[in-house]
């Protein structure tokens, strides 16, 4: 009896070690998830800043194509002013260059402020590319180590669940039968019973149960809990009721 229990206790600290080994690591791909939302929020942050310059840009672009449009234009008004046969054709297109000439200057300061705030803009973001590269590198370096702790502890799952098969075979097949209904529900599926308490569910089990227990060595089942029990002097080196 005893050597049946013996052996269900060491399956139990093989599915206990594995079951620690999870929870530890459960927290990892938390942990990056958070890490890739912080790259991403940092991400956009960039790539707004960068849209803001590269509209800047298109804007410029286009000022200065309405710009040289305007003057070709004017010259050409200029060239046909001579054409000009009555004083008042003339004089009203005269006022058209004139208008024209006016808003072509209100462009060209316009350009020469936008120009100086894209020259700011630029700076900006050279300075907030430089800080992203910084921050990107630093999450990324956190997130590799984070996936190599993973690693780890999926690599040392695999070993114990591979020495599970070994461990578990010299179980009995009954009794491990019952404790792999149990552990789906609830782990620790094996508990000690301490001076007739269980301490899966911390109800005494009846006194003549418990006697059993010390006395058989062996296993039974807690009436409150339903998990398997033994009496914890039945793990013992020296058991009383062994001697
Ligand atoms: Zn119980």
């Known amino acids: 009896m005893r050597e049946k229990l013996k052996a269900l206790a060491e399956l139990q600290n093989v599915d206990l070690e594995v079951a620690s080994l999870r929870k530890a690591a459960d927290v990892h791909p938390r942990q990056i998830a958070e890490l890739e939302r912080e790259l991403g929020v940092a991400r956009s942050a960039i790539e707004a800043e960068r849209a803001r310059v590269t509209d800047m840009e298109r804007q410029k672009a286009e000022r200065e194509q309405n710009i040289t449009d305007e003057k070709d234009k004017v010259k050409k008004w200029e060239a046909r002013l001579s054409e000009q046969r009555s004083t008042r054709e003339y004089s009203a297109l005269a006022r058209e260059i004139d208008i024209a000439k006016k808003a072509n200057l209100t462009m060209a300061e316009e350009q020469v402020e936008l120009i100086k705030q894209l020259g700011l803009a630029r700076e900006a973001l050279k300075g907030k590319e430089a800080d992203f590269g910084t921050k990107q590198q630093g999450l990324s370096a956190r997130m590799a180590e984070l996936r190599g702790k993973l690693g780890e502890s999926e690599a040392q799952v695999k070993t114990l669940e591979g020495r599970r098969s070994g461990v578990?075979?010299?179980?009995?097949?009954?009794?491990?039968?019952?404790?792999?209904?149990?552990?789906?529900?609830?782990?620790?599926?094996?508990?000690g019973v301490v001076a007739g308490t269980c301490q899966g569910c911390n109800m005494n089990v009846p006194p003549q149960l418990y006697n059993n227990l010390r006395t058989s060595l062996g296993t039974d089942v807690c009436p409150s809990c339903n998990r398997i029990i033994y009496a914890v002097e039945a793990l013992q080196e020296t058991p009383a009721a062994a001697k």
């Open 168 to 191: 578990a075979s010299a179980v009995d097949s009954n009794l491990l039968r019952r404790y792999e209904v149990i552990r789906k529900k609830k782990l620790p599926a094996l508990v």
